[in-house]
C-alpha cells in the first residue's frame, strides 16, 4: 500500500483554542449570531463555508473531530454523530430510496443486522444478506436497484475479514457504493484506501476507548458528507443523529493516545491467541496463521497496529461460556460486558447478547456457535501473568487439562 500513515495524519492537524489552550475551546452554543440577514439566508441555501448555523447541523467541536477522523482515514471530509448506529442508518437512508436494494455481509454487528432486515422493509428497502468473503456470492446478488454493498472490515462478532480491494472492484464495475463498519480495526486497515466510498465507526469502541460515550462517524467525500447533512434532503440533518459538543471534544482527545492503545491492544490480543491456540481451544484471530484471512488481513494492513484487539474463543456451549466468563470477572481479568476498546478486558457471549437480533438457525447457518465467546483484550501490562490466570480459570471449568 502507498505510504499512508493514518496516526501522522491525525497528529499533523494543529488546533489552539480560543485563549492559545492547546486544545481546542468546546463550542457551547446550539444556535449562532449573523451579522446580517442575507449571510443568514445564504447560509440556509448551502452556502454555509465558514458559518455555522445549528448545532444540529455542525458545530466547532464536532467539525474539529470530524476533521480529525478524515485524516485518519484519508477522506476528504467525516461528519460525527451520536452513535455508531446514528452513523450507519443515516447512510443507509441517505444511499438507499423505496425500491433500492442492498447487499450486506451475513455477519455483522446484530444491530445494524436488525435496521437491514426489520426496519428498512417497511420503507421497501431490502437486503440480501451474504456470504462476503466469497466475491462471487457478492457479484451474483447484485440487481438493477442494487445501491450498496455493506460489510465490516473485520466482522463482529466471527472476525472475518472482507476483501475491500476486490469488494471495492465490484462496487465500481456496477456503480454501486462500498460501505464499510471500520469500528473494529481502526488504524490497522485503512478501508478508504483500499478503495472503499464510505468508511463508518462506532467511536464508542476503540477510538474513545473509555467505554464513557456513544458516538460515530461517516468518513467519505466532501459530497456525501454535505449530502447528510443538507438542511432539505440530509439524513444527519432531518433525523437529528447529533454528537454533543461536550463529548466531540473528549472523543478528540482520547483519539490521540489510539495509536499506543491499538498497538498494545494488538499486542496483548496475539499473544493470548497464540497461547490458546498452543493449548488447543479454538481460538480465532485475524494475527494467527491458522485464521482462513490472515494472508488477506495481512496484504491490507497498516503494519505497525497490527492485527486488532479481538479474539474469539468456542467453549462449545453457552453454559461453559457464562460459567468462564463469570470465573474470569470474579479473578479481575476483565468484565463479563458487550462493547470494546475499553481498557479492561470485554467478554460477552455474542449468540445471546450482540447478535441475538439474528434469529438462532440463521446463527448457527453462519457457524455463530452459543458458544462463542467474543473478548476485546485490554491494555494489561502484564499480559503473561493474565494469561497463567485465565489458564487457571479454564482449568477450573474444565476447558483444560
Ligand atoms: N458497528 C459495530 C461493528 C459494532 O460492534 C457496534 C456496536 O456494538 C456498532 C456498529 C454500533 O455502534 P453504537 O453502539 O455506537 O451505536
Not at 449573523?34 to 445549528?54: I, V
Not at 478503495?195 to 456525501?224: E, Y
Not at 503494519?303 to 456451549?317: F, I, M, P, S
Amino acid at each position: 500500500m502507498e505510504d499512508f500513515n493514518p496516526a501522522n495524519n491525525i497528529q499533523d492537524l494543529q488546533y489552539f483554542g480560543e485563549f492559545g489552550g492547546v486544545n481546542p475551546s468546546i463550542s457551547d452554543s446550539s444556535t449562532y449570531t449573523f451579522l446580517s440577514a442575507k449571510t443568514m439566508f445564504d447560509t440556509f441555501e448551502g452556502n454555509t463555508e465558514g458559518c455555522y448555523l445549528y448545532s444540529r447541523h455542525s458545530s466547532p467541536s464536532n467539525l474539529y473531530l470530524g476533521e480529525a477522523l478524515a485524516q485518519m482515514e484519508g477522506t476528504e471530509s467525516a461528519n460525527v454523530t451520536a452513535s455508531g448506529m446514528g452513523a450507519i442508518t443515516s447512510t443507509l437512508l441517505q444511499l438507499c430510496k423505496s425500491g433500492h436494494h442492498i447487499i450486506s455481509s451475513r455477519t455483522i454487528y446484530g444491530g445494524t443486522y436488525a435496521f437491514m432486515k426489520n426496519f428498512l422493509p417497511d420503507f421497501n428497502i431490502k437486503t440480501s444478506f451474504v456470504d462476503i468473503t466469497d466475491l462471487s456470492i457478492v457479484e451474483n446478488a447484485i440487481n438493477e436497484n442494487t445501491k450498496v454493498i455493506f460489510c465490516e472490515t473485520v466482522s463482529n462478532p466471527l472476525l472475518e475479514v472482507a476483501d475491500l480491494f476486490g469488494l471495492a472492484a465490484i462496487a465500481k464495475k456496477h456503480n454501486i457504493k462500498l460501505v464499510v463498519d471500520n469500528t473494529f480495526s481502526p488504524l490497522s486497515i485503512s478501508p478508504t484506501k483500499l478503495g472503499t466510498d464510505i468508511t463508518i465507526h462506532s467511536l464508542t469502541k476503540f477510538i474513545n476507548g473509555s467505554s464513557d460515550a456513544v458516538a460515530g462517524v461517516v468518513c467519505a467525500s466532501s459530497q456525501f458528507v454535505n449530502d447528510l447533512k443538507d438542511v432539505n434532503s440530509g439524513a444527519c440533518m432531518l433525523l437529528g443523529p447529533t454528537l454533543d459538543s461536550l463529548r466531540a471534544s473528549s472523543i478528540l482527545k482520547n483519539l490521540r493516545t489510539l495509536h499506543l492503545r491499538i498497538r498494545k491492544h494488538s499486542e496483548n490480543a496475539q499473544f493470548l491467541a497464540e497461547k490458546f491456540e498452543k493449548d488447543g481451544l479454538l481460538v480465532k484471530y485475524p494475527g494467527l496463521k491458522s485464521h482462513k484471512q490472515h494472508d488477506l488481513f495481512t496484504s491490507m494492513m497498516n503494519t505497525e497496529y497490527g492485527y486488532g484487539g479481538l479474539l474469539t474463543l468456542d467453549v462449545k456451549t453457552v453454559e461453559k461460556a457464562n460459567q468462564l466468563m463469570e470465573l474470569m470477572q470474579k479473578e479481575n481479568l476483565g468484565y463479563l460486558a458487550v462493547s470494546l476498546g475499553f481498557y479492561k478486558t470485554l467478554f460477552s457471549a455474542s449468540g445471546s447478547s450482540t447478535s441475538s437480533e439474528i434469529p438462532e438457525d440463521e446463527q448457527k447457518e453462519m457457524g455463530l456457535s452459543q458458544g462463542l465467546i467474543r473478548m476485546s483484550v485490554g491494555l494489561d501490562h502484564d499480559i503473561q501473568r493474565t494469561y497463567d490466570k485465565m489458564k487457571w480459570c479454564m482449568q477450573q471449568v474444565h476447558l483444560l487439562p
